[in-house]
């Protein structure tokens, strides 16, 4: 079936505006995840969403950022007032259940925050 | 907190060079262990994955990696790497103790084979 999808790919904004990013997890996986990817460096993990339980966001760097799940399906990140050091690529990852298993990765959205 | 060290940032061969990328987890435990790549323009791809069982895991295109728990290591190795095997490649675990929730990567490895 299909993958995981996001979008926009890519996005350029100017620094203080708000961004939203957005989250197609792979159908039926009710785990979804948020990661940054900032260059040169590995992935940063942000927010974990499991069917209906609260979200752990111990990830979230600052309160600007904040993501929701609509209906256990799709995923909204948000990050206001944008920072230059916000710019990096935002993944999304799915995954079938909680517990062992493997994660499945979207494209990712770059994000430039000029 | 569990980190992910990968020892390489950047490697370069030439194709049928063998190839050996280091990775080590910090603390022991119940974990999971993944080696993901990302091909240039691509997505992150899973290329294998240890759960339990044999420590010897293989995956596709002729990787393969071996987790030695005595040494908080799992280490990817392919015997002759290819132009194709040009990526980026990621080495994560997630714990049992925190429900397999969170996937910890390393900085990564970049890759470049030359013919």
């Known amino acids: 079936g299909a993958g995981v999808s996001q979008s926009p790919s890519n996005k350029v904004t100017e620094k203080g505006k708000d961004v939203e990013l957005r989250c197609d997890p792979i159908s039926g996986h009710t785990a979804l995840y948020w990661y940054r990817q900032s260059l040169g460096q590995g992935l940063e993990f942000l927010i974990y969403?499991?069917?209906?339980?609260?979200?752990?966001k111990s990830g979230l760097p600052s309160d600007r950022f904040s993501a929701e799940r609509t209906g256990g399906s799709v995923s909204t990140l948000t990050i206001q007032r944008t920072q230059q050091e916000d710019s990096a690529v935002y993944l999304c990852?799915?995954?079938?259940?909680?517990?062992?298993?493997?994660?499945?990765f979207g494209p990712g959205t770059r994000l430039t925050v000029l | 907190a569990q980190s992910v060290s990968q020892h390489n940032h950047h490697v370069i061969l030439s194709e049928a060079a063998s190839l050996e990328l280091g990775c080590n987890y910090s603390?022991?435990?119940?974990?999971?262990l993944f080696w993901y790549v990302q091909y240039p323009g691509q997505h992150l791809q899973l290329l294998l994955k240890y759960f339990s069982g044999d420590p010897l895991v293989k995956g596709i295109k002729g990787f393969e990696a071996e987790f030695i728990k005595s040494k908080f290591s799992f280490n990817l190795r392919k015997p002759s790497v290819q132009w194709s095997d040009t990526a980026e490649y990621f080495c994560a675990v997630n714990e049992r103790k925190s429900g397999y929730n969170k996937l910890i990567f390393g900085a990564g490895t970049r890759l470049a084979v030359h013919p």
């Open positions: 990852a799915s995954r079938r259940s909680q517990g062992a298993d493997t994660q499945y």
């Open positions: 969403f499991q069917g209906n339980s609260a979200p752990d």
């Open positions: 603390y022991g435990g119940t974990v999971n």
